[in-house]
Nanobody, 124 residues
Framework: QVQLVESGGGLVQAGGSLRLSCVVS????????VGWFRQAPGKEREFVAA????????DLADSVKGRFTISRDNAKNTVYLQMNSLKPEDTAIYYC?????????????????WGPGTQVTVSS
């Protein structure tokens, strides 16, 4: 059974940093892409970042480029989202999701397994 569990969310002031972690179990982790998405109240879920199984390829949403980075440690079955220079508009529930092998899509419907999410709140 595939399980994803996010951690690292919390309350931070604008300009601050957080690092989210996503631990995956139940699959051969290193061959699958992992994506991060977020959903703010009243808004649709949006793509944040994705990384290939090997970690050699990644993609970031334009709104977070230069501030967020995605990485993974396949020995620990964990993907990280380092978030710097946080803004109030980054406030949302952040979800990690397990995707396909050989590509790292930006569309949430391409991901089959999801974690329960972790709340990130950025105060102004």
């Amino acid at each position: 059974q595939v399980q994803l569990v996010e951690s690292g969310g919390g309350l931070v002031q604008a300009g601050g940093s957080l690092r989210l972690s996503c631990v995956v179990s139940g699959r051969t982790f290193s061959i699958y892409a992992v994506g991060w998405f977020r959903q703010a109240p009243g808004k649709e879920r949006e793509f944040v970042a994705a990384i290939s199984g090997s970690g050699g390829n990644s993609d970031l949403a334009d709104s977070v480029k230069g501030r967020f980075t995605i990485s993974r440690d396949n020995a620990k079955n964990t993907v990280y989202l380092q978030m710097n220079s946080l803004k109030p508009e980054d406030t949302a529930i952040y979800y990690c999701a397990l995707g396909p092998s050989f590509r790292w899509p930006v569309v949430h419907s391409d991901y089959g397994y999801w974690g329960p999410g972790t709340q990130v709140t950025v105060s102004s």
